[in-house]
């Protein structure tokens, strides 16, 4: 996703009570911003904010943290937070390779990871979101028993997250190459998803539970 940059995103973001900006000194107290002691689901790359303000106004009773690298996507997910009035939802503009930082044991109950980058050279393969080392940054912060959802429309990326999964922890508790023509009737389509799915693309999805 390639977008030119905007000097006057980061300025009206950092307004809004939605973004946070310094989400280290929240390690440890995320309850604390939503003022309730509701579980917390996160977004690894929540792009332009279909998915997470959905999710947020499905289930009010859950709080919904989102995060991406680039203020230009994330302005519009801002805007849909307060059009929607979601108080459930906070949006933070962030690297995901620091996310081991901002999370204390136990913080998170749920990961959703949608079509992120599938980094398919080998030397970059460490990069990808279900890699291995971060499964282990994941494991120090989400709840025993907490379930990763991932998304993808890449079956190489798809293929190797099975067994990075597989390796560190997880059981696999659900899985379709198809989620489209499956079972699951819980689907929220993404932005990249609804443009992949016009192109014929299929979207596989699998639920990772850690042991
Ligand atoms: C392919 S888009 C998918 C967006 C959305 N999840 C969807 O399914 O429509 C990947 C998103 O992840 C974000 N992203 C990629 N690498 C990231 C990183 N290291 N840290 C934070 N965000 C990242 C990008 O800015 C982009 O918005």
């Excluded at 690298?69 to 307060?82: F, G, H, N, S």
């Excluded at 890699?131 to 990326?157: A, M, R, V």
């Excluded at 099975?162 to 190459?177: H, P, S």
Aim: glycine share 6%; net charge positive; proline share 3%.
């Amino acid at each position: 996703m390639r977008l030119r940059k905007k000097w006057w995103v980061r300025p009206a973001m950092e307004k809004s009570p939605v973004i946070i900006t310094n989400s280290k000194d929240y390690k440890g107290c995320w309850n604390k911003v939503f003022g309730n002691e509701h579980d917390i689901n996160l977004e690894l790359g929540c792009g332009r904010g279909d998915f997470i303000t959905s999710k947020a106004n499905e289930y009010k009773n859950i709080n919904f943290l989102g995060i991406d690298l680039k203020d230009e996507v994330l302005i519009y997910a801002l805007k849909k937070v307060e059009q929607q009035e979601l108080s459930n939802v906070r949006l933070i503009p962030m690297n995901i390779s620091w996310v081991g930082d901002i999370f204390d044991n136990n913080e998170i109950s749920r990961i959703f990871i949608n079509f992120c980058n599938p980094w398919p050279k080998l030397r970059h393969n460490k990069r990808r979101l279900t890699h291995g080392g971060f499964l282990s940054i994941y494991k120090t912060f989400l709840k025993p028993q907490s379930e990763i959802w991932f998304k993808t429309d890449d079956f190489g990326l798809f293929q190797d997250s099975i067994d990075y999964f597989k390796e560190n922890n997880f059981d696999i508790t659900y899985l379709t190459y198809d989620l489209h023509s499956s079972d699951f009737e819980k689907n929220i389509i993404t932005e990249y998803e609804a443009k992949f799915t016009d192109l014929g693309m299929k979207t596989m999805f699998l639920i990772g539970k850690l042991k």
